[in-house]
């Protein structure tokens, strides 16, 4: 298990990558989508795979999952 903030307080230095015997993780979650810079910073830190636990359901679910396979 891991444990990441809701939001972020002071800056991209909160921000993980997790080592697992499969890949180097990195996790953003709903509106974390929105902001390309989460995806530059976990990538800089190591990420391999960026999992993203949000809902895919709903009005806005198809326009998330568009941005989630968009390259950039």
């Known amino acids: 298990m891991f444990k990441v903030p809701v939001y972020w307080t002071q800056g991209f230095d909160e921000i993980q990558v997790y080592d697992t015997d499969f890949a180097r993780i990195g996790i953003h979650v709903c ?41 950039e």
């Open 31 to 71: 509106g974390d989508l929105h902001i390309g810079e989460i995806d530059r910073v976990l990538e800089l830190k190591g990420a391999e795979i960026i999992l993203d636990p949000s809902a895919m359901w709903g009005p806005g679910g198809h326009n998330i999952e568009l941005m989630l396979r968009a390259p």
